[in-house]
């Protein structure tokens, strides 16, 4: 897939990496745009499944002393 964009770019390499360099510049846009904010409700994140009862602060259950 990358090599039939990059055959189908016009221009010398210098150009073409510029091209491929805006592309994706376009492609991360528009996913932090739309694609991440309508797929972020749909995610399970906010479902926390932790227990507050065990331990905190790094210590183990059942460690002697």
Do not use: K
Not at 8 to 31: E, M, Q, W
Not at 34 to 45: D, G, Q, Y
């Amino acid at each position: 897939m990358y090599g039939w964009i990059w055959r189908h770019l016009p221009g010398n390499t210098p150009v073409r990496a510029l091209i491929s360099l805006v592309l994706l510049l376009g492609v991360v846009y528009a996913l932090f745009t739309w694609v991440f904010p309508w797929a972020e409700p749909l995610l399970p994140f906010g479902d926390v499944t932790v227990d507050g009862e065990a331990g905190s602060g790094g210590e183990q259950q059942g460690a002697a002393g």
